[in-house]
Nanobody, 123 residues
Framework: QVQLVESGGRLVQAGGSLRLSCAAS????????MGWFRQAPGKEREFVAT???????NYDDSVKGRFTISRDNAKNTVYLQMNSLESEDTAVYYC?????????????????WGQGTQVTVPS
C-alpha cells in the first residue's frame, strides 16, 4: 500500500551538488524511519543514510560530511542533499521506509522501496 517515488537524479560533474527527493504515499510517514541506499554498476546495493522517526541521522563513512538526509513530515517527503560529488557516487539511488521508525542500516529492515533514480558523476 505504501508507495515511494524518488526524483532528482541526473548527470552532475565532479564537485557539483544535487538534491534527491522521495515522496511517500500511504502508511504513516511520520512514524517511519527513512533510508537512502545506492547500487553502483557491478556492485551490491549499499547503505547511504537514514533518518529515524525522531530525526536522528546516520551516514555511511563514504558520504559523511558531504551528504545530508532530512525529512519534511508535512510533505511526506525525505531528501538527500549531495555535495562535493565524486565519480564513486555514480549509482542508482533508492529510498526506503522502515515501519519500526528506528533507522537501521541493514536494507533487510526496510519494508517499502522506491524504483530508484540514476545519479551519474563522470570521471
Amino acid at each position: 500500500q505504501v508507495q515511494l517515488v524518488e526524483s532528482g537524479g541526473r548527470l552532475v560533474q565532479a564537485g557539483g551538488s544535487l538534491r534527491l527527493s522521495c515522496a511517500a504515499s500511504g502508511g504513516t510517514f511520520s512514524g517511519y524511519a527513512m533510508g537512502w541506499f545506492r547500487q553502483a554498476p557491478g556492485k551490491e546495493r549499499e547503505f547511504v543514510a537514514t533518518i529515524a522517526w525522531n530525526g536522528i541521522t546516520n551516514y555511511d563513512d563514504s558520504v559523511k560530511g558531504r551528504f545530508t538526509i532530512s525529512r519534511d513530515n508535512a510533505k511526506n517527503t525525505v531528501y538527500l542533499q549531495m555535495n562535493s560529488l565524486e565519480s564513486e557516487d555514480t549509482a542508482v539511488y533508492y529510498c526506503a521506509a522502515d515501519r519500526s521508525g528506528l533507522g537501521y542500516r541493514a536494507e533487510s529492515r526496510y519494508h517499502y522501496w522506491g524504483q530508484g533514480t540514476q545519479v551519474t558523476v563522470p570521471s
